[in-house]
Nanobody, 115 residues
Framework: QVQLVESGGGLVQPGASLTLSCVASITTFDYYGMSWFHQAPGKQRDIVAYLSGTGGNAHYAESVKGRFTIYRDNAKRTLYLQMNRLNPEDTSVYYC????????WGQGTQVTVSA
């Protein structure tokens, strides 16, 4: 069973930045494209950003383009999400996982943007 552990969330003011991390227990981490997802209360889990296994191909949801950057360190089996110019609409629990058939979901990390 692959385990995913997200961290880095917190309570911040609008305009602030956060960097989320996701460590995967799988040694073949670089084989997989990985994504960040978010899920607000009462809403479905939606993709925020995707990054290919080599890190050479990234895609973003329209709502975060130009503000968020997804990157990875395959040697550390870690996926990151740099989040800049946060706004209250970014408030959510953030998860990482691979595309297609996801692994078991981690606990996520809460991001709250509030004045």
């Amino acid at each position: 069973q692959v385990q995913l552990v997200e961290s880095g969330g917190g309570l911040v003011q609008p305009g602030a930045s956060l960097t989320l991390s996701c460590v995967a227990s799988i040694t073949t981490f670089d084989y997989y494209g990985m994504s960040w997802f978010h899920q607000a209360p009462g809403k479905q889990r939606d993709i925020v950003a995707y990054l290919s296994g080599t890190g050479g191909n990234a895609h973003y949801a329209e709502s975060v383009k130009g503000r968020f950057t997804i990157y990875r360190d395959n040697a550390k089996r870690t996926l990151y999400l740099q989040m800049n110019r946060l706004n209250p609409e970014d408030t959510s629990v953030y998860y990482c996982n691979k595309g297609g058939s996801p692994w078991n979901w981690g606990q996520g990390t809460q991001v709250t943007v509030s004045a």
